[in-house]
C-alpha cells in the first residue's frame, strides 16, 4: 500500500494451397506474451503452393510496389473480402513476395485485430504486439496508448531514417478506429490491411476478393488432392462432380479446403459420394447467412467421422478461454491425466484443429470454434458437460495461481501446493498460461462462473502488477467488482475496485483511480471492515497525490492512519504515515514531511519490511534535501538505493539514482549528478515506465542547466516535454516549457536531441 519513491488466432484458410497448412494455423496476436521474433521474422510462414490467386496477388503487389515501380500513391492498401475468402493468405504472400524482392528491407510485422470475435483487440493490444515484435520486452512496453502509439512511430521512423522500409499486415480488422493507430506516420512504410468490411475513412487502396471463379475452383480442389499424392486422378476423372463440389461450397476457399481434407482422409471415396453427402445436408452455419450452405455441411461430415472422444475433446477445446490452448488446459478440461495426444492427432489431421504459435499449444479457426460451440449449444447434455470441464478448469486455474502467486510474492512459510520449484517458475507458468487466465476470470461475468471466476481474478493481482500488465488489470477488475456485486460479496467487490484503482491509476487514468478507490471505501465502511477501509483510503490518498490533489490526499492518509491505529496494525499505519510524509512533501511541508517519514521508517523497520522502509528512507532525502540537509539527503538516497538493488526493486532504484542525481546537483557536485541521472533515464526507459523517465530526463536538463551546458539541458528539457504531452501530463508538460523558457529556447528550435540518452 506505501506510495511509490517516484512522483488470429485466425488465418482465414488457403484459397487455392493446402499443403502444410494445417486448419487454424495460429499466428501472433495481442493475447500471446511468450518470446515474440523481431521483425525480419515476424510474418506467419507462407503456403508451400499458391494456386488460383495470381490475378489478385499481381494487383496487391502493384500497390505495394516502391516508388517507380507503378505503385500506387496511397500508403494503405486494404484487401476487403467475405470471412473464410483467403484475405489473410493472399496478404501474408504478397507480404513475403514483397520482402524478396527487397522491397522492405527492415522487415514486416504482422497483428490479428480478431476484429469479428466478440472482444476485438483494442489498439492498446495491438500496438503492444507490435512493439514486441519490434523487439520491445513485454516489462517495457508502455501503459497508455498515446505512449506506445508514440513509442510505435518512433521506432519505425528510426528505421525509416536508416533506409529500411518496413510492411505492417494488419490482419482482420473490423473498424478504422482499429487501424488508425497503427499508422507508423514516417511515408516509407506501408500498411497492409484485411477485413470483411469495406472501410473508405482509411482512404486505402482498395482490393476488393472475391470467391474463387469456377475454373479456378477446381483447379484449387484439384491442387490440393495432388499436392498430397500427385497420382490422385479424381478430380479429372469426375470433371461433372468437382464442379458440383465446388458449387455446394460455394467456391469459398474455406469450404473448399474443408472438402478437400475429407477425400484426403478418404482415399477410396469418389468425388460423386462426397458430393451425394454434402447434398444431402441442407444446414449451413447460422453467420453464414449468404449462400455458401456446403461450409456446415462440410464441418457436419467432419464431426461425423470423428470417433466419440476426439468428437468431445473437439466440443471441450471450443470452450476454452482465450485463443490457443495449452496441453495443461486441455487436460483439464478433457478431465484426464494426461495430454490426449491421440484424439488431438485425430482432429489436426481432420484440419479441425492446428497447433498454436508455440509448442504445445492448440488453436481453432473462428468458423470452426463457432460451429463447435454451436453443437453444444443444441443438446442439453453437452451444455453440462462445458460447464462442468469449464469449473474444473478455473479451480485448476485457481489453485495454481494461488500457488504460483506466493513465489511471486516471496511470502513466508510453506507454499499453498506443489508444483513450482521457485519464484522464475512460477512466473514462467503465469506467462505461458497468461491468455487462459485471462479469459477465464472474465467468466466471471458467467454466473454460472462467477464465484470461480472472481477467485480467479483476484489471484491474479500480485502477477499483473508485477508484469505491468495493467490494461488486462483494468477488464479483469472490472468484470470481478461486478460479479462481485452481483454474488453480494462485499469483501471481494471491495478488493476488486481497490486493485481497479491501482491499475488505473498504473495507467495514469487518475480521475478514474480516484472514483474506483472511493466505490471501495464505500464498500468497506458498509461492511463494517476498518482494516480493509484504512488500506483503501491510503490508496486513494496516493492516487489524489498523483492527481495533485494534495489537500484531499492528506485527508485521506490521515483517515487511513486513523483506522489503522484503531485495528492496531502497525504495517497499514506505517504506509500511512509514509504516504502523508510525501502528499506533505509535495505541499512544501518539508518539516512535517521529514517527521512523517521517519516515523514510516522506524515503523517498517520494527515489522521488517525492508522494501517499504527503503521506500520511506528515500522520500525522506528528498524532504532533507529541501530543507538545506544535504548529506543526510545523500544518506538517505545511498542507503535506499542499496536495499532497492539487494531485492531486485529496478524501478525504485532507478528513481533513487535520480533523487540522488539532484541532490548532487544541490551540492554542485555536477558531473556526479549528471552520470546519476543519466543512469536514471536508461533504466525508466528500459523498463518501459515513461512517466518516470520524463521525471529523471526533467531533472538531469535542471542539472546540465545549472552546469553551464545549456546546448545538452535544452536537449533533455526537449525530451521531457515530449514524454509529458505523450502522458497527457499537463503539469509536467508545462514544467517542461517554463524550463525550456528559462533557457532562452523557442519551441521549433533545432536540438541534438541526445541529452536523455
Known amino acids: 500500500m506505501s506510495g511509490d519513491t517516484y512522483g488470429g488466432d485466425r488465418i482465414d484458410f488457403s484459397q487455392g494451397t493446402f499443403r502444410g497448412e494445417a486448419i487454424g494455423k495460429k499466428v501472433e496476436h495481442h493475447h500471446h506474451y511468450g518470446p515474440m521474433p523481431h521483425v525480419e521474422d515476424a510474418l506467419p510462414p507462407a503456403t508451400a503452393e499458391f494456386t488460383g490467386r495470381e490475378d489478385e496477388l499481381d494487383a496487391l503487389l502493384a500497390a505495394l510496389a516502391p516508388e517507380g515501380a507503378h505503385r500506387t500513391a496511397a500508403p494503405v492498401t486494404a484487401v476487403a473480402g467475405l470471412g473464410g475468402v483467403g484475405k489473410t493468405a493472399l496478404a501474408v504472400r504478397a507480404a513475403h513476395t514483397a520482402r524478396e524482392r527487397g522491397w522492405f528491407p527492415a522487415g514486416a510485422l504482422f497483428v490479428d485485430c480478431h476484429g469479428y470475435d466478440e472482444t476485438p483487440a483494442g489498439p492498446e493490444q495491438l500496438l503492444e504486439a507490435l512493439l514486441r515484435a519490434l523487439g520491445v520486452a513485454a516489462a517495457h512496453v508502455p501503459s497508455t496508448v498515446d505512449e506506445r502509439a508514440g513509442l510505435y512511430r518512433s521506432m519505425l521512423a528510426e528505421r525509416a531514417r536508416a533506409g529500411g522500409r518496413v510492411l505492417i499486415v494488419v490482419d482482420n480488422a473490423s473498424h478504422p478506429g482499429q487501424v488508425r493507430p497503427l499508422l507508423p506516420g514516417h511515408p516509407a512504410h506501408r500498411v497492409l490491411v484485411t477485413s470483411r468490411d469495406t472501410m473508405p475513412q482509411l482512404g486505402a487502396h482498395l482490393l476488393h476478393l472475391d470467391v474463387l471463379r469456377p475454373q479456378v475452383a477446381r483447379d484449387v480442389l484439384r491442387a490440393a488432392l495432388r499436392t498430397a499424392d500427385p497420382a490422385d486422378p479424381r478430380v479429372l476423372d469426375d470433371a461433372d462432380g468437382a464442379e458440383k463440389l465446388c ?65 468431445r475433446l473437439f466440443r471441450l477445446l471450443a470452450l476454452a478461454p482465450g485463443k490457443e490452448t495449452s496441453d495443461e488446459a486441455l487436460t483439464v478440461l478433457s478431465g484426464a491425466t494426461t495430454p490426449p495426444r491421440r484424439e488431438l492427432n485425430v482432429l489436426v489431421r481432420a484440419h479441425l484443429v492446428g497447433p498454436g504459435s508455440v509448442r504445445g499449444c492448440w488453436s481453432m479457426h473462428d468458423l470452426v470454434r463457432a460451429y463447435a460451440l454451436d453443437r453444444v449449444a443444441r443438446q442439453e447434455p453437452l451444455r453440462a458437460e462445458g460447464t462442468a470441464a469449464r469449473a474444473r478448469l478455473l479451480a485448476h486455474y485457481q489453485r495454481r495461481t494461488e500457488a ?25 507458468w503465469l506467462d505461458r498460461e497468461r491468455t487462459g487466465l485471462i479469459s477465464g476470470a472474465l467468466w466471471a461475468a458467467d454466473p454460472v462462473h462467477a464465484r470461480a471466476g472472481l477467485g480467479l481474478a483476484l489471484s491474479l493481482y500480485e502477477y499483473l502488477d508485477r508484469r505491468r500488465y495493467f490494461d488486462d488489470g483494468v477488464s479483469v477488475y472490472r468484470c470481478a467488482a461486478q460479479a462481485a456485486l452481483a454474488l453480494g460479496d462485499g469483501s471481494g467487490a471491495g478488493r476488486a475496485w481497490s486493485y481497479l484503482g491501482l491499475a488505473l491509476r498504473h495507467n495514469r487514468r487518475l480521475d478514474e483511480a480516484v472514483a474506483a478507490h472511493t466505490r471501495a471505501c464505500g464498500i468497506h465502511r458498509e461492511r463494517g471492515d476498518r482494516l480493509g477501509e484504512g488500506k483503501v483510503w491510503d490508496m486513494l490518498g496516493v492516487s489524489l497525490t498523483e492527481a495533485r490533489r494534495f489537500d484531499e490526499a492528506i485527508e485521506a492518509h490521515e483517515r487511513a492512519r486513523e483506522l489503522a491505529q484503531a485495528v492496531q496494525d502497525a504495517q497499514v499505519e506505517a504506509s500511512t504515515w509514509n504516504n502523508l510524509g510525501r502528499a506533505r512533501f509535495k505541499l512544501g511541508r518539508c518539516e512535517e514531511s521529514i517527521v512523517a517519514l521517519s516515523r514510516a521508517c522506524a515503523m517498517f523497520r520494527s515489522v521488517g519490511d525492508r522494501a517499504r522502509e527503503a521506500t520511506a528512507r528515500n522520500n525522506l532525502g528528498r524532504a532533507f534535501r529541501e530543507t538545506g540537509r544535504l548529506e543526510e539527503a545523500l544518506e538517505a538516497h545511498t542507503t535506499a538505493r542499496a536495499v532497492f ?18 541532490a548532487l546537483c544541490a551540492l554542485g557536485r555536477f558531473d556526479e549528478a549528471v552520470d546519476a541521472h543519466r543512469l536514471a533515464v536508461r533504466e525508466q526507459r528500459d523498463l518501459g515506465h515513461r512517466h518516470g523517465q520524463a521525471i529523471a530526463t526533467q531533472d538531469l536538463g535542471v542539472t546540465l542547466g545549472r552546469a553551464g551546458r ?10 521531457a516535454l515530449r514524454l509529458y504531452r505523450e502522458l497527457a501530463d499537463r503539469h509536467g508538460e508545462s514544467e517542461a516549457l517554463k524550463r525550456l523558457t528559462a533557457a532562452g529556447y523557442r519551441e521549433g528550435e533545432p536540438t541534438g536531441e541526445g541529452g536523455g540518452r
Open 247 to 311: 458449387e455446394l461450397c460455394g467456391h469459398l476457399p474455406l469450404a473448399l479446403q474443408i472438402a478437400a481434407a475429407l477425400l484426403l482422409s478418404d482415399p477410396g471415396k469418389p468425388v460423386a459420394e462426397l458430393v451425394a453427402e454434402l447434398a444431402d445436408s441442407a444446414t449451413v452455419l447460422d453467420h453464414l447467412d449468404d449462400g455458401e450452405r456446403g461450409v456446415r455441411a462440410a464441418f457436419d461430415l467432419s464431426y461425423r467421422r470423428l470417433g466419440p472422444e476426439p468428437a
Open 404 to 428: 504460483a502467486d506466493w513465489h511471486v510474492r516471496n511470502l513466508p512459510g510453506r507454499a499453498p501446493s506443489p508444483g513450482f520449484d521457485g519464484r522464475e517458475e512460477a512466473l514462467s
Open 645 to 662: 538493488e539487494e531485492l531486485g526493486e529496478r524501478e525504485r532504484l532507478a528513481t533513487s539514482w535520480n533523487d540522488f542525481g539532484v
Open 710 to 719: 545549456r546546448e545538452e539541458a535544452v536537449e533533455a528539457h526537449v525530451q
